[in-house]
């Protein structure tokens, strides 16, 4: 079976083979040329090697890794695979010859300067790698996070603390991130859109002309438990108390990893009938606290990481297609947005979500203790609660509700009593931004937003952009005209708010009424991120603000402070002129290769019209509104 690889003006391939199983290898293959190092970091990510060339500092995933066992949870889903779907089996089997075909032809440079050859991919990496992408997305690290403020303060604290729901750690990504661009053409489907390096198909987000899905990682539910577990050692290894008062046999063996320049670490793995033990032991965490916490997941206890829906997505031609093949779906726990061109529409969450006790939602909960089985599995869609907020993830969400609102932060800055000129003319200045965004009198500005560099989620570094004055509080800014004008006003109001935020963050984060919750646990340090105190109250700064009273903590001081701090920074440059968006590739184009055309192939059929960047959620409205591809 042949294979044909072209590539568009922006160096996106556009592959095209006799049939899915020789597409999948084409599709391997250029993925390894094209993402060659990024394959490798994930492949050593999701077997727990990667400290073996990245050193120390990768030594706490590694450590994480081998002991929630997920390169063994990928092997079994693997077999799995083969007994129950062999036609998708064989599909990820010729994915995983095209990456090993792709390595050998050329490595990518990075190889070179690390010292390091390309590895040997196995039937079942992708499933590590899937897995290892998402495993800490799916709510538990924020269950070690409740169960710290719970200890510290309290119930009536948590309200205020408590984390919005899964998802990666509140101060950045999880973990490696990244998609490809591609199209993927066979007599049986024609579909470009956004493929995750090492994974086959194009499960986050795609476009056959005449239905288009995309994945939006918006609708997380919690599909993982953590259990408190009682642990003894025998003559004979570990046992684990179970919820029938007997002890049980726990499996135990360990693992070596290598440190490049400090030699090997020796990893215990111990698992129990609930799950892969991925904190402390029989002795408890490293800071001496008796403890031992394993987890819980849907890929571990089925066997099943969701591979059976990626094939029939792109045999896909209608919603209810999109719809049937995301039955497979299992996990992460996502929203998927479908339409087609005969006006069908989807928003629908997949993915499995257990059914527990309430109390297995909110903390980890003793293993010792029944109740807290998992009971089967419900769809998240058919209104299984998602988390312990609430209800879970049945419709979209409602992104305006979870955007923070100035208002707490400007109602104590407008009270402030005598403050000085500078920070005054701020005070006013942010003020009448807000008046105007909020009446529809400006752009409003995304002062939420993670892509215009400001500081605006509070991370207690403060690395947005500087707003100060003259002392005279008359140009709190530095630059313009004071009063703002058209877009660079709003922009630089926005900046400033963003800058208040987060010295208003810092200085509650270091207030001492809260030196309880800025000492973490002895965790071990991959959780350390859902633990860090900075990111929480930045995330919950407006509850904070508004609730009737916070363990001591003076606020209105804090923002007092903050706002004169701000006032007395340096003018930061405002460009005279703004710089007018052009669309960028987001990678240079790869130098041609063997067998590579640049032209790309022509249109298959009169109604598919080749996209010039890769279909987002947009896409999606788009055929709604015009009816076409």
């Given at each position: 079976m042949s294979a044909e690889t072209c590539r568009d003006a922006w160096g996106n391939p556009h592959l095209r083979a006799d049939g899915p199983v020789a597409l999948a290898r084409a599709q391997g293959r250029v993925t390894a040329r094209d993402h060659g190092w990024r394959l490798e970091l994930r492949r050593h990510r999701a077997q727990g090697t990667s400290a073996s060339f990245l050193g120390p500092d990768a030594l706490p995933w590694d450590l994480f890794a081998r002991r929630a066992r997920l390169a063994d949870t990928a092997r079994r889903c693997h077999a799995a695979l083969e007994e129950r779907d062999p036609e998708t089996a064989a599909w990820v089997r010729a994915y995983v010859d095209g990456v090993n075909e792709g390595l050998a032809e050329g490595a990518a440079p990075e190889f070179a300067r690390a010292g390091l050859a390309p590895g040997r991919w196995e039937p079942w990496t992708p499933f590590a790698v899937r897995l290892a992408g998402h495993v800490l997305d799916g709510g538990f690290p924020a269950k070690l996070w409740r169960e710290h403020v719970l200890d510290r303060l309290g119930p009536d604290a948590l309200a205020l603390f408590a984390a919005d729901g899964p998802g990666g750690p509140p101060g950045g990504a999880s973990?490696?991130?990244?998609?490809?661009?591609?199209?993927?053409?066979?007599?049986?489907?024609?579909?470009?859109?956004?493929?995750?390096?090492?994974?086959?198909?194009?499960?986050?987000?795609?476009?056959?002309?005449?239905?288009?899905?995309?994945?939006?990682?918006?609708?997380?539910?919690?599909?993982?438990?953590?259990?408190?577990?009682?642990?003894?050692?025998?003559?004979?290894?570990?046992?684990?108390?179970?919820p029938d008062g007997a002890w049980h046999r726990a499996a135990r063996h360990t693992e070596l990893i290598r440190v490049a320049g400090e030699g090997t670490v020796e990893a215990e793995v111990v698992e129990t009938a609930r799950g892969p033990v991925i904190a402390g032991g029989p002795e408890g965490l490293d800071d001496g606290t008796p403890a031992a916490i394993s987890?819980?997941?849907?890929?571990?206890?089925?066997?099943?990481?969701?591979?059976?829906?990626?094939?029939?997505?792109?045999?896909?031609?209608?919603?209810?297609?999109?719809?049937?093949?995301?039955?497979?779906?299992?996990?992460?726990?996502?929203?998927?947005?479908?339409?087609?061109?005969?006006?069908?529409?989807?928003?629908?969450?997949?993915?499995?979500?257990?059914?527990?006790?309430?109390?297995?939602?909110?903390?980890?909960?003793?293993a010792w203790q029944p109740g807290h089985e998992w009971r089967g599995w419900v769809r998240p869609a058919d209104g299984d609660p998602g988390g312990p907020a609430g209800p879970g993830p049945t419709a979209p969400p409602d992104h305006e509700a979870v955007r923070p609102d100035p208002s707490p932060l400007l109602d104590r800055l407008a009270a402030l009593d005598g403050p000085s000129p500078g920070a005054a003319a701020l005070r006013d200045r942010l003020l009448a931004w807000h008046r105007g965004t909020r009446d529809g009198g400006g752009r409003g500005t995304d002062v939420a937003g993670d892509g215009g560099g400001a500081d605006v989620?509070?991370?207690?570094?403060?690395?947005?952009?500087?707003?100060?004055?003259?002392?005279?509080?008359?140009?709190?800014?530095?630059?313009?005209?004071?009063?703002?004008?058209?877009?660079?006003?709003?922009?630089?109001?926005?900046?400033a708010y963003a800058a208040l935020r987060a010295a208003v963050v810092r200085r509650i984060t270091a207030d001492p009424a809260l030196a309880a919750l800025a000492t973490p646990p002895g965790h071990p340090e991959v959780f350390q991120p859902w633990l860090d105190l900075a990111p929480r109250v930045g995330h919950?700064?407006?509850?904070?603000?508004?609730?009737?009273?916070?363990?001591?903590?003076?606020?209105?001081?804090?923002?007092?402070?903050?706002?004169?701090?701000?006032?007395?920074?340096?003018?930061?440059?405002?460009?005279?002129?703004?710089?007018?968006?052009?669309?960028?590739?987001?990678?240079?184009?790869p130098p041609a290769r063997r067998g590579d055309r640049r032209a790309a192939p022509p249109p298959p059929g009169p109604r598919w019209q080749a996209p010039r960047h890769a279909p987002a959620v947009a896409d999606v409205e788009r055929l709604l509104r015009e009816g076409r591809p």
């Open positions: 973990g490696p991130r990244g998609l490809h661009r591609v199209r993927l053409s066979c007599p049986e489907f024609d579909v470009a859109g956004l493929a995750v390096p090492g994974v086959p198909g194009l499960a986050h987000c795609g476009h056959t002309g005449t239905v288009a899905w995309a994945v939006t990682g918006t609708a997380r539910a919690d599909c993982q438990d953590l259990y408190h577990e009682r642990l003894r050692r025998t003559g004979a290894g570990v046992e684990a108390l179970g987890l819980r997941h849907p890929a571990r206890v089925t066997a099943d990481l969701g591979f059976g829906a990626l094939l029939p997505l792109l045999r896909a031609r209608r919603v209810a297609d999109v719809d049937g093949a995301l039955d497979a779906w299992s996990e992460p726990v996502d929203l998927v947005l479908a339409a087609d061109t005969e006006g069908g529409t989807l928003c629908r969450t997949v993915g499995r979500v257990p059914l527990r006790a309430d109390a297995n939602r909110l903390r980890p909960v003793p989620a509070g991370d207690g570094e403060g690395r947005g952009t500087d707003v100060a004055g003259d002392g005279g509080g008359t140009d709190v800014i530095g630059a313009g005209d004071g009063a703002g004008s058209g877009d660079r006003g709003e922009e630089a109001d926005a900046a919950a700064l407006e509850r904070l603000l508004r609730a009737p009273h916070l363990y001591g903590v003076d606020r209105t001081g804090a923002v007092r402070e903050a706002a004169e701090e701000v006032a007395a920074r340096p003018p930061a440059p405002v460009p005279a002129t703004p710089v007018p968006a052009t669309p960028v590739p987001s990678a240079p184009v």
